[in-house]
Protein backbone atom coordinates (compact mmCIF):
# COMPACT_ATOMS: atom_id res chain seq x y z
CA UNK A 1 0.00 0.00 0.00
CA UNK A 2 1.26 3.32 -0.92
CA UNK A 3 1.78 6.37 1.58
CA UNK A 4 -0.59 8.47 -0.77
CA UNK A 5 -3.65 6.22 -0.31
CA UNK A 6 -3.86 7.03 3.39
CA UNK A 7 -4.84 10.54 2.89
CA UNK A 8 -7.15 9.27 0.19
CA UNK A 9 -9.01 7.07 3.24
CA UNK A 10 -8.63 9.61 5.31
CA UNK A 11 -10.29 12.16 3.02
CA UNK A 12 -13.09 9.70 2.68
CA UNK A 13 -13.57 9.08 6.34
CA UNK A 14 -14.23 12.86 6.85
CA UNK A 15 -16.20 13.49 3.85
CA UNK A 16 -18.85 10.45 5.40
CA UNK A 17 -18.70 12.06 8.86
CA UNK A 18 -19.56 15.54 7.63
CA UNK A 19 -22.10 14.16 5.40
CA UNK A 20 -23.59 12.44 8.11
CA UNK A 21 -23.85 15.27 10.44
CA UNK A 22 -25.61 17.19 7.49
CA UNK A 23 -27.79 14.60 7.41
CA UNK A 24 -29.01 14.44 10.95
CA UNK A 25 -29.04 18.32 11.23
CA UNK A 26 -31.40 17.97 8.19
CA UNK A 27 -34.05 16.34 10.19
CA UNK A 28 -33.16 17.85 13.20
CA UNK A 29 -33.56 21.70 12.62
CA UNK A 30 -36.94 21.45 11.45
CA UNK A 31 -37.95 20.84 15.22
CA UNK A 32 -36.42 23.74 16.88
CA UNK A 33 -38.02 25.93 14.32
CA UNK A 34 -41.18 24.63 14.16
CA UNK A 35 -41.33 25.10 17.97
CA UNK A 36 -40.06 28.43 17.57
CA UNK A 37 -42.47 29.46 14.69
CA UNK A 38 -45.43 27.77 15.95
CA UNK A 39 -45.30 27.50 19.99
CA UNK A 40 -42.37 30.40 21.51
CA UNK A 41 -43.58 33.00 18.97
CA UNK A 42 -47.03 33.24 19.36
CA UNK A 43 -47.15 32.21 22.88
CA UNK A 44 -44.38 35.36 23.21
CA UNK A 45 -46.99 37.33 21.42
CA UNK A 46 -49.88 36.39 23.75
CA UNK A 47 -47.75 37.38 26.76
CA UNK A 48 -46.82 40.27 25.36
CA UNK A 49 -50.21 41.75 24.81
CA UNK A 50 -51.63 40.85 28.16
CA UNK A 51 -49.38 43.86 29.54
CA UNK A 52 -50.73 46.02 26.76
CA UNK A 53 -53.79 48.15 27.00
CA UNK A 54 -57.07 49.25 25.04
CA UNK A 55 -57.21 52.89 23.64
CA UNK A 56 -60.34 54.45 22.03
CA UNK A 57 -61.03 50.22 21.09
CA UNK A 58 -57.52 50.13 19.61
CA UNK A 59 -54.89 48.09 20.91
CA UNK A 60 -51.94 49.74 22.08
CA UNK A 61 -48.26 48.55 23.02
CA UNK A 62 -48.09 49.28 26.72
CA UNK A 63 -46.39 47.67 29.66
CA UNK A 64 -49.19 47.95 32.23
CA UNK A 65 -51.14 45.29 34.87
CA UNK A 66 -54.46 46.41 33.98
CA UNK A 67 -55.65 43.32 32.17
CA UNK A 68 -54.75 41.09 34.52
CA UNK A 69 -55.98 42.63 37.86
CA UNK A 70 -59.57 43.05 35.82
CA UNK A 71 -59.60 39.41 34.93
CA UNK A 72 -58.12 38.02 38.35
CA UNK A 73 -61.01 40.13 39.81
CA UNK A 74 -63.91 38.57 38.15
CA UNK A 75 -66.10 37.06 40.43
CA UNK A 76 -67.05 34.31 37.33
CA UNK A 77 -63.60 33.53 36.48
CA UNK A 78 -62.68 30.91 38.81
CA UNK A 79 -66.08 29.64 38.51
CA UNK A 80 -65.55 29.34 34.48
CA UNK A 81 -62.56 27.76 34.79
CA UNK A 82 -63.81 25.01 37.34
CA UNK A 83 -66.48 24.45 34.87
CA UNK A 84 -64.64 24.19 31.69
CA UNK A 85 -61.92 21.93 33.49
CA UNK A 86 -64.90 19.51 35.00
CA UNK A 87 -67.10 19.36 31.74
CA UNK A 88 -63.91 19.08 29.82
CA UNK A 89 -62.41 15.98 32.32
CA UNK A 90 -66.20 14.34 32.35
CA UNK A 91 -66.13 14.80 28.83
CA UNK A 92 -62.98 12.78 28.22
CA UNK A 93 -63.36 10.31 30.28
CA UNK A 94 -67.19 9.67 28.92
CA UNK A 95 -65.17 9.75 25.23
CA UNK A 96 -62.65 7.09 26.38
CA UNK A 97 -65.12 4.66 28.38
CA UNK A 98 -67.32 5.03 25.21
CA UNK A 99 -64.53 4.12 22.49
CA UNK A 100 -62.75 1.50 23.87
CA UNK A 101 -64.89 -1.48 23.27
CA UNK A 102 -64.30 -0.59 19.38
CA UNK A 103 -60.75 0.30 20.42
CA UNK A 104 -60.64 -3.57 21.94
CA UNK A 105 -62.27 -5.21 18.56
CA UNK A 106 -60.41 -3.32 16.42
CA UNK A 107 -57.21 -4.73 18.07
CA UNK A 108 -58.05 -8.17 19.36
CA UNK A 109 -61.30 -9.59 17.27
CA UNK A 110 -60.77 -7.95 13.82
CA UNK A 111 -58.12 -9.45 11.60
CA UNK A 112 -55.11 -6.83 10.40
CA UNK A 113 -56.87 -5.87 7.23
CA UNK A 114 -60.18 -5.63 8.62
CA UNK A 115 -58.58 -2.76 11.02
CA UNK A 116 -57.38 -0.71 8.72
CA UNK A 117 -60.79 -0.48 6.79
CA UNK A 118 -62.27 0.18 10.72
CA UNK A 119 -59.60 2.82 11.41
CA UNK A 120 -60.29 4.38 7.63
CA UNK A 121 -63.97 5.04 8.90
CA UNK A 122 -63.01 6.11 12.14
CA UNK A 123 -61.09 8.79 10.38
CA UNK A 124 -63.94 9.73 7.93
CA UNK A 125 -65.40 12.58 9.58
CA UNK A 126 -62.39 14.71 9.48
CA UNK A 127 -63.12 14.84 5.50
CA UNK A 128 -66.09 16.92 6.57
CA UNK A 129 -66.08 20.48 8.76
CA UNK A 130 -66.02 20.33 12.19
CA UNK A 131 -68.93 23.05 11.74
CA UNK A 132 -71.14 21.18 9.57
CA UNK A 133 -71.30 18.33 11.40
CA UNK A 134 -72.31 20.31 14.36
CA UNK A 135 -74.58 21.97 12.24
CA UNK A 136 -76.35 18.57 11.68
CA UNK A 137 -76.54 17.73 15.11
CA UNK A 138 -78.41 20.92 15.81
CA UNK A 139 -81.07 18.86 13.15
CA UNK A 140 -81.25 16.25 15.82
CA UNK A 141 -81.70 17.94 19.33
CA UNK A 142 -83.94 20.84 18.72
CA UNK A 143 -87.67 20.47 19.26
CA UNK A 144 -89.24 19.36 16.67
CA UNK A 145 -86.13 17.73 15.18
CA UNK A 146 -85.61 13.39 14.79
CA UNK A 147 -84.78 13.35 18.32
CA UNK A 148 -87.71 15.08 19.42
CA UNK A 149 -90.18 13.74 17.01
CA UNK A 150 -89.18 10.03 17.44
CA UNK A 151 -89.94 10.80 21.77
CA UNK A 152 -92.98 12.32 21.03
CA UNK A 153 -94.23 9.35 18.71
CA UNK A 154 -92.86 7.23 21.86
CA UNK A 155 -95.65 9.21 24.50
CA UNK A 156 -93.33 11.52 25.78
CA UNK A 157 -92.84 15.32 25.66
CA UNK A 158 -89.90 15.43 23.22
CA UNK A 159 -88.31 18.72 24.32
CA UNK A 160 -85.54 20.49 22.94
CA UNK A 161 -81.86 18.85 24.43
CA UNK A 162 -79.95 21.72 22.75
CA UNK A 163 -78.47 24.06 25.40
CA UNK A 164 -77.94 20.88 28.06
CA UNK A 165 -74.61 19.28 29.02
CA UNK A 166 -75.65 16.28 26.98
CA UNK A 167 -75.48 17.89 23.46
CA UNK A 168 -72.21 19.60 24.14
CA UNK A 169 -70.90 16.03 25.40
CA UNK A 170 -72.07 15.32 21.43
CA UNK A 171 -69.96 18.00 20.46
CA UNK A 172 -67.01 16.97 22.09
CA UNK A 173 -67.13 13.35 20.91
CA UNK A 174 -67.42 14.54 17.71
CA UNK A 175 -64.58 16.51 17.78
CA UNK A 176 -62.63 14.01 19.89
CA UNK A 177 -64.00 10.73 19.34
CA UNK A 178 -62.11 9.60 16.21
CA UNK A 179 -58.83 10.75 17.56
CA UNK A 180 -59.16 8.81 21.11
CA UNK A 181 -60.29 5.48 19.04
CA UNK A 182 -57.03 5.64 16.62
CA UNK A 183 -55.13 6.26 19.71
CA UNK A 184 -56.42 3.15 21.70
CA UNK A 185 -56.71 1.22 19.05
CA UNK A 186 -53.08 1.59 18.03
CA UNK A 187 -52.01 1.35 21.72
CA UNK A 188 -53.85 -2.14 22.17
CA UNK A 189 -52.79 -3.49 18.73
CA UNK A 190 -49.12 -2.97 19.94
CA UNK A 191 -49.79 -4.90 23.37
CA UNK A 192 -47.14 -8.07 23.73
CA UNK A 193 -49.71 -11.40 22.63
CA UNK A 194 -47.13 -13.92 24.63
CA UNK A 195 -48.30 -12.72 27.93
CA UNK A 196 -51.89 -12.90 26.94
CA UNK A 197 -51.19 -16.16 25.68
CA UNK A 198 -49.61 -17.19 28.62
CA UNK A 199 -51.95 -16.38 30.73
CA UNK A 200 -54.91 -17.46 29.19
CA UNK A 201 -52.90 -21.25 28.93
CA UNK A 202 -52.48 -20.61 33.05
CA UNK A 203 -56.12 -20.30 33.12
CA UNK A 204 -56.32 -16.64 33.95
CA UNK A 205 -59.87 -15.10 33.31
CA UNK A 206 -61.04 -12.71 30.76
CA UNK A 207 -61.16 -10.11 33.11
CA UNK A 208 -57.96 -10.84 34.84
CA UNK A 209 -56.06 -10.65 31.02
CA UNK A 210 -57.69 -7.21 30.85
CA UNK A 211 -57.04 -5.54 34.20
CA UNK A 212 -53.50 -7.32 34.69
CA UNK A 213 -52.37 -7.75 31.69
CA UNK A 214 -53.84 -5.47 28.60
CA UNK A 215 -54.53 -2.58 30.77
CA UNK A 216 -51.21 -1.84 32.12
CA UNK A 217 -49.24 -2.54 29.18
CA UNK A 218 -51.35 -0.17 26.93
CA UNK A 219 -51.51 2.26 29.62
CA UNK A 220 -49.19 5.32 27.60
CA UNK A 221 -51.83 5.17 24.78
CA UNK A 222 -54.98 5.02 26.77
CA UNK A 223 -53.82 7.89 28.87
CA UNK A 224 -52.68 10.08 25.61
CA UNK A 225 -56.19 9.37 24.67
CA UNK A 226 -57.47 10.60 27.40
CA UNK A 227 -55.15 13.91 27.24
CA UNK A 228 -56.23 14.71 23.75
CA UNK A 229 -59.61 14.37 24.48
CA UNK A 230 -59.51 16.68 27.47
CA UNK A 231 -56.93 18.80 25.44
CA UNK A 232 -59.32 19.49 22.01
CA UNK A 233 -62.99 19.43 24.82
CA UNK A 234 -61.37 21.95 27.35
CA UNK A 235 -60.55 24.78 24.57
CA UNK A 236 -63.49 23.95 22.21
CA UNK A 237 -65.82 26.62 21.37
CA UNK A 238 -67.77 25.60 18.83
CA UNK A 239 -70.20 23.13 20.53
CA UNK A 240 -70.17 25.53 23.35
CA UNK A 241 -71.57 28.25 21.31
CA UNK A 242 -73.85 26.30 18.97
CA UNK A 243 -75.26 23.43 20.93
CA UNK A 244 -74.58 24.34 24.32
CA UNK A 245 -75.99 28.15 23.54
CA UNK A 246 -73.47 30.24 25.69
CA UNK A 247 -75.62 27.76 28.74
CA UNK A 248 -71.77 27.18 30.24
CA UNK A 249 -69.75 29.90 30.48
CA UNK A 250 -66.79 27.98 29.57
CA UNK A 251 -63.59 30.12 29.17
CA UNK A 252 -63.49 29.61 25.29
CA UNK A 253 -66.79 31.21 25.70
CA UNK A 254 -65.50 33.95 28.43
CA UNK A 255 -62.66 34.69 25.49
CA UNK A 256 -65.16 35.55 23.30
CA UNK A 257 -67.09 37.81 25.01
CA UNK A 258 -63.59 39.66 26.34
CA UNK A 259 -63.17 40.54 22.79
CA UNK A 260 -66.15 41.25 21.99
CA UNK A 261 -66.76 43.70 24.79
CA UNK A 262 -64.50 46.54 23.35
CA UNK A 263 -61.74 44.59 21.68
CA UNK A 264 -60.28 43.93 25.09
CA UNK A 265 -57.56 41.72 23.42
CA UNK A 266 -55.34 42.25 26.50
CA UNK A 267 -58.03 40.69 28.95
CA UNK A 268 -58.60 37.86 26.70
CA UNK A 269 -54.61 36.95 26.26
CA UNK A 270 -54.89 36.57 30.47
CA UNK A 271 -57.43 34.24 29.94
CA UNK A 272 -55.38 32.26 27.33
CA UNK A 273 -52.41 32.16 29.13
CA UNK A 274 -54.42 30.98 32.42
CA UNK A 275 -55.67 28.05 30.02
CA UNK A 276 -52.24 27.18 28.71
CA UNK A 277 -50.75 27.15 31.62
CA UNK A 278 -53.81 24.99 32.90
CA UNK A 279 -53.86 22.49 30.04
CA UNK A 280 -49.27 22.67 30.18
CA UNK A 281 -49.36 21.27 34.18
CA UNK A 282 -52.82 18.88 33.18
CA UNK A 283 -50.46 17.59 30.05
CA UNK A 284 -47.01 17.25 32.28
CA UNK A 285 -48.68 15.21 35.13
CA UNK A 286 -50.80 13.14 32.44
CA UNK A 287 -47.82 12.26 30.66
CA UNK A 288 -45.43 11.64 34.02
CA UNK A 289 -48.28 9.04 35.15
CA UNK A 290 -48.53 7.62 31.65
CA UNK A 291 -44.73 6.21 31.43
CA UNK A 292 -44.03 6.17 35.15
CA UNK A 293 -42.14 2.94 35.86
CA UNK A 294 -44.21 -0.07 37.79
CA UNK A 295 -43.33 0.21 41.64
Same mark, same amino acid.
Given at each position: ?91 ? &? ?56 ? &? ?117 ? &? ?25
Amino acid at each position: MTSSAFPARTSGRRFHFLFNRAWQALWVLPLPAWLLLFFAVPLGLLVAISFWSVVNYRLTPDATLSAWRYVLGLDFLWASFWRSYGLSMASA &VAISLLAFPASYAMAFVAAPRQRLILLGFAIAPFFTSYLVRIYSWQVFLTEGGVISSV &VQALGGKGESLLNTYFALFLGHATLALPVVLILQTIALANVDRTGISAAANLGARPGAILFRIILPAARPGLTLGLLFAFLLSYAEFVSASYLGGGTFQTLPILVTDLVRAGQQWPRAA &VVSLLMIASLLVTAFVTVLWAYREKG
